[in-house]
């Protein structure tokens, strides 16, 4: 299996270091494993749907039903 950094996670997504760090702390994103300090994350995996956005609320929604 092919492994990316946090770095290059938040390069790819557009978001910040300590935002993906954050998002593998609270088990956003699947298949993210702990290796000493960093996170590392599988290649190909999805960027978690931002709680405040239509989509997420909607898929929030959704589920619920």
């Not at 092919?2 to 935002?19: A, C, F, N, V, Y």
């Not at 954050?22 to 749907?49: M, Y």
Request: charged residues 30%; glycine residues 12%.
């Amino acid at each position: 299996m092919d492994w990316m950094t946090t770095k290059e996670i938040g390069e790819l997504w557009g978001i910040k270091i300590r935002q993906v760090q954050a998002l593998c702390g609270s088990g956003k994103i699947n298949g993210a494993t702990r290796l000493g300090r960093d996170w590392i994350i599988p290649k190909g995996t999805p960027k978690p749907l931002d709680g405040r956005t239509k989509a997420a609320k909607q898929v929030k929604t959704d589920k619920e039903q």
